[in-house]
């Protein structure tokens, strides 16, 4: 792996090395900084009961973490530190990012209700960036529009934004400066506004993470900034399949789960096995009465929805995008439709001049998840992930949602594959099987389930 010195070369280095020298802020205003804590790993770190402030039941960050904070006169203080970080997509794949306090995402912001929070940003890019809160009510200059509502924070250079947490409700960060290059890069967090009473809209099982997309060519390691449409890597809080954490569930639990868009299309998420209703839109909380049952809902760019369901059937569900290339990492676009074609005399014609050359699609792509392609570095299979009845074919926007009988309260770490009960699994049809009646066919396998 390259080093963040190596990384740090040529002109950015220069940039950097010089914000940061210009940025040796006094000792005084040193020590009124919060400590700004760093993560560079990406496992799912389910955070603790808070510890003071106001009570609150916290979320689950996918492959993320939640930012700590201190109390200080009142005010809830937070320091996020704007810099660039390397990031591993999934084993196999490292990007180089920018994003906030050693990861990217940055981690998730939660405050209460009626809360005072102080944030102070530090700036460690080679550019300007600022924060807007996406989605708050604040007064207009802490809105972080950079030009708009305050001047850019130059490299080195700390801002103190100051506002009230008003509305319950997911909420995402990202800057709002030179734009489309910072998040392209992986600018971006999530906030959880939660509400004063820590009961109120109580689930069992509450997960978040943001979309986001890259432009990573094979073989390299920094995404091209100016696509607008083309990305290759879509990913969930800068993860791909298999890198993206399970959802792990216990039986029957109260599940919410809370996604935000910053990618530049809009993706249909689709989960099996449940029937979700929207709850949270960015206006905050859908009334009961006006809650529709789904499978599947589109979110928008820009836009955050929350989901709740309850797990009654054990199993491993699948969860996705429903767009199925957002299932797919890197690729070749300009690929002809192949299915049909016998290309056997053509590829042994080719293969005197170049050996490797493999001729594929005559029956599908499904066989490129299979071949042992030689692939350039840094760069993960078109599709991948394995599962207890071999390739899973998917990559990029897909996970599972793992509901388990004996999950423990609590326990987030992965059950593993679900056993499914016997007569509850599609089984092939052999001459010598004999087909069971209906009455004897299970329907209700979490009745017998080792779930
Ligand atoms: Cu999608």
Redesign the pocket.
Known sequence: MVSRRNFLSGAAATAATVAIAAGAVSRAAAGALPEAASITHARTMPPPLPKDGRPFYPVVTLNGWSAPWRMKNGWKEFHLVAEIVEREIAPGMTARLWGYNGSSPGPTIEVVEGDKVRLFVTNKLPEHTTIHWHGQRLPNGMDGVGGLTQPQIAPGKTFVYEFEARRAGTFMYHPHADEMVQIAMGMMGLWITHPKDPQHRRVDRDFAFL?NAYDIDPGSFKPRTNTMLDFNI?TWNSRVFPGIASLPCRLNDRVRIRIGNL?M?????HLHGAEFEVTGTDGCWVPETARVPEVTVDIGVGQMRAIEFHATEPGDWAFH???S??TMNAMGHNVPNMIGVDQRKAAARINKLIPDYMAMGSKGMAEMGEMEMPLPVNTLPMMTGTGPFGRIEMG??FTTVKVRKNQKVGDYTDPGWYDAPAGTRAYELTSDRAIEPADKINHDGHQHGKG
């Open positions: 979309m879509w990618t299309t809009n993706h249909p998420i995008c429903h767009k290339h957002h990029g926007m």
